[in-house]
């Protein structure tokens, strides 16, 4: 553990947190080092005792987001209701997608993060798709596309101007089979 400004400590889990948010609010380009120790109560050697690097914090944020998110959407199975009440609570509850403000700003690099960012919409793709049969000539995956666009539209929505009626609605028309 890493002392904390005015006593305390802070550990990697705090780090991830505040990244987090940060990365969220911010975006990952936007966010310094100096930015994520101040708002852990840390010098930026207490964040380098934990993270090599801002990439490797990123990984750690992603790798929390497909434990926290991902990984209770796979375990609703191919329960398309239960995918859609679960997505739409945990992106109104976080304020955001980190993964999708990240992506935002890292679509034209080929590197660590795109690559990261691409396994967790492809893994949340097929999980979704899963849940979805054919229909009206789209195969299960191009529907959960569809769906996971309108969703992060929703969310963007959301950010911006404090409504969350359009991700409820996304939820609604996923857990009714009209996606």
């Excluded at 911010?26 to 101040?38: C, L, N, P, V, W």
């Excluded at 750690?60 to 859609?84: E, H, T």
Aim: charged share 25%; aromatic share 8%.
């Amino acid at each position: 553990m890493s002392s904390v400004r005015g006593g305390g400590t802070a550990g990697p889990a705090l780090i991830l947190e505040r990244s987090c948010d940060l990365f969220r609010d911010r975006g990952y380009a936007d966010t310094s080092m100096a930015d994520i120790a101040a708002a852990c109560g840390l010098t930026k050697a207490g964040i380098y005792h934990h993270f090599a690097s801002k990439e490797a914090i990123l990984e750690g944020v992603l790798n929390q987001l497909d434990r926290d998110f991902l990984g209770p959407l796979a375990d609703l199975g191919r329960d398309p209701g239960a995918m859609a009440a679960f997505t739409v609570s945990f992106f109104e509850h976080s304020g955001g997608c980190v993964a999708a403000q990240t992506a935002m700003e890292t679509a034209r690099r080929a590197d660590g993060p795109r690559r990261r960012l691409e396994a967790f919409f492809l893994r949340w793709r097929d999980l979704v798709a899963a849940a979805l049969p054919a229909a009206a000539g789209q195969t299960p995956a191009t529907r959960a596309e569809d769906w996971i666009a309108r969703v992060e539209g929703a969310v963007l929505w959301l950010k911006f101007f404090g409504d969350p009626g359009p991700l409820r609605r996304a939820g609604e028309a996923l857990a009714g089979g009209k996606v």
